[in-house]
């Protein structure tokens, strides 16, 4: 597992990347964040995992569709990376970011990772 932290415009983000051996892992390490992040604002994620078959799935938990999870996504497909999850824990600092505003974001957190 890596980890790495940003702040942009109080909103603390705390990305997340864990290496996958199944699709059962990806469950195990959101509902640990889930209890490590109790009162985070928003668990948002992404992955790729390529072993017989390639499976994706991005969620936004929340923040405006395609504004979290997709720019996720991306970011782990540009890099080329299989069989990883990237999750992104949002504690909102006050500010609204906008739409803009949150797909950088959450770019950024994720590409902090690699």
């Given at each position: 597992?890596?980890?790495?932290e940003i702040?942009?415009?109080?909103?603390?983000?705390?990305?997340?990347?864990?290496?996958?051996?199944c699709?059962?892992d990806?469950?195990?390490?959101?509902e640990?964040?889930?209890?490590?992040?109790?009162?985070?604002?928003?668990i948002?994620?992404?992955?790729v995992?390529?072993?017989?078959?390639?499976?994706?799935k991005?969620?936004?938990?929340?923040e405006?569709?395609?504004?979290?999870?997709y720019?996720?996504l991306n970011?782990i497909?540009?890099?080329?990376?299989?069989?990883?999850?990237v999750?992104?824990?949002?504690?909102?600092g006050?500010?609204k970011?906008?739409?803009?505003?949150?797909?950088?974001?959450?770019t950024k957190?994720?590409?902090s990772l690699?």
């Open positions: 597992m890596e980890t790495n702040v942009i415009n109080k909103s603390r983000f705390v990305a997340y990347k864990f290496e996958l051996t699709l059962d990806v469950k195990k390490h959101l640990n964040l889930k209890k490590e992040h109790k009162k985070a604002t928003h948002c994620y992404a992955y995992f390529n072993i017989d078959v390639v499976s994706e991005c969620f936004d938990d929340g405006p569709n395609g504004t979290a999870g720019p996720i970011v497909k540009k890099r080329g990376e299989t069989n990883i999850l999750a992104v824990v949002r504690y909102f006050g500010i970011l906008g739409a803009g505003g949150l797909t950088r974001a959450y957190a994720a590409s690699f």
